[in-house]
């Protein structure tokens, strides 16, 4: 339902209250002494002041843009995986602006050896993909990372490891690797159950360079925390 026929159907329904509170009032005040124009008065001021407030509340998140629908999120995600060359899905944000007015952006990682004019042309087929199967307006950037480097893949399934042994719930993305002789970077960003507080998400921080440099001393863990964009 639209938000202007809300609204419409919200203030016929004031009307009919509103004159039936009076009516109601006229009728009492025919056989009480008390001030009953002024009870109604008040009454009726509280139930206007009270759907008022109802139907902004309704209307203003279309119009300054609200989060989108879980639903359509997870189906925007599934048909961006199943583009040939994308390895995986991440920052996905939907705003919706009413009926058919929403847009999504979003990060597709793709391997860094690909032809990048090849995956071009495919995330363009994926941003169409997600407009013919949900209505929502995509934009995609491509985010490039290594695959098939042992070391590196090595590197990644140790972390991964160690997310896991912290919090299940706990995803990773943009993992990068800067080696020195006394120190590896390991550069990468977490994604949070949305809701985290700002001490649990310190803890895990620190518990995350801890278990990565229980690994290997040499191990020096860049950690980014950030929230799901999409409940």
Request: proline residues 5%.
């Amino acid at each position: 339902e639209s938000p202007t026929l809300l609204a419409a159907m919200q203030d016929s329904l004031n009307d009919v209250v509103t004159t039936g509170v009076v009516l109601v009032g006229m009728v009492s005040g025919m056989f009480t002494t008390l001030p009953v124009d002024g009870i109604i008065g008040v009454l009726v001021a509280l139930f206007i002041i009270w759907s008022g407030i109802g139907i902004a509340r309704d209307t203003l998140g279309p119009l300054i843009g609200q989060a989108g629908d879980p639903q359509i999120a997870h189906e925007i995600e599934n048909t961006v995986l199943q583009t040939p060359g994308v390895l995986g899905v991440h920052d996905l944000i939907i705003h919706n602006y009413g009926v058919g007015k929403s847009l999504a952006s979003l990060h597709a990682e793709v391997p860094d050896t690909a032809d990048i004019v090849a995956v071009h042309e495919l995330i363009d087929e994926a941003e169409r993909n997600v407009w013919t199967n949900t209505g929502v307006y995509a934009v995609i950037h491509m985010d490039p990372v290594r695959v098939g480097d042992p070391r590196i893949d090595a590197m990644r399934e140790v972390t991964m490891e160690v997310l896991n042994k912290i919090d299940p719930a706990l995803t990773m993305h943009d993992f990068r690797v800067v080696e020195g002789e006394r120190k590896i970077s390991l550069i990468f960003e977490v994604v949070v159950p949305f809701g985290y507080t700002e001490a649990q998400k310190e803890d895990i921080h620190a518990r995350i360079i801890t278990g990565m440099r229980a690994q290997d001393k040499r191990y020096h863990p860049v950690v980014t925390l950030e929230h799901t964009m999409t409940i």
